[in-house]
């Protein structure tokens, strides 16, 4: 007969020092195999979402009509902040820009130019941050190779094509 030469507790302490002790060997491991894995990855998800939906559709639905007003208030509160805020607003910009094509290695430092940068790089007016106006901020590219140009105002924008 096989005897284990470590207790259950044993085991688990030994696991446990090993996981604080390997954090970044672990990490590496786990980065790598997500990046292998990420169709099965996402094909779980869906395929865990379906059957919950699908499982609880009543729940979900009863939920929902019981609380309507309070989760679209909601919502809408956190979505206003969410967007208001500094991160909120970099997430909404880089998302616009990889949406209309712009093609960048470093999206953060892309960023932090695009915020530092206070005149148009083209007739050098003062740059205002919005989505309205002659002078609001925008970031031209390159639309065949989605490389970024320069900072401009939208009337110069526009003017490039």
Partial sequence: ???????????????????ENNKDKIAKQK???????????????KEYKKEY????????????????DK????ASKRGKEYYNS?????????????????????????YEYYINCNNCEECNIELVKGDIGVNKKCLDHDHLTGK??????????VKRG
Avoid: H
């Fill in 53 to 68: 939906y699908e499982n609880n559709k009543d729940k979900i639905k009863e939920y929902y009509e019981n609380n309507k």
């Fill in 1 to 19: 007969m096989y005897v284990m030469p470590y207790t259950k507790e044993q085991r688990k302490e030994y696991n446990k020092k090993y996981r």
């Fill in 86 to 110: 500094d991160v909120g607003y970099k997430t909404k910009r880089i998302y616009a820009w990889k949406g209309r094509g712009v093609i960048c290695d470093d999206f953060e430092s892309l």
């Fill in 148 to 157: 970024f140009r320069n900072v401009l105002c939208c009337s110069c924008n």
């Fill in 31 to 45: 980065k790598e195999w997500n990046e292998k894995n990420k169709d099965k990855i996402k094909e779980q998800r």
């Fill in 71 to 74: 989760i679209l208030e909601q």
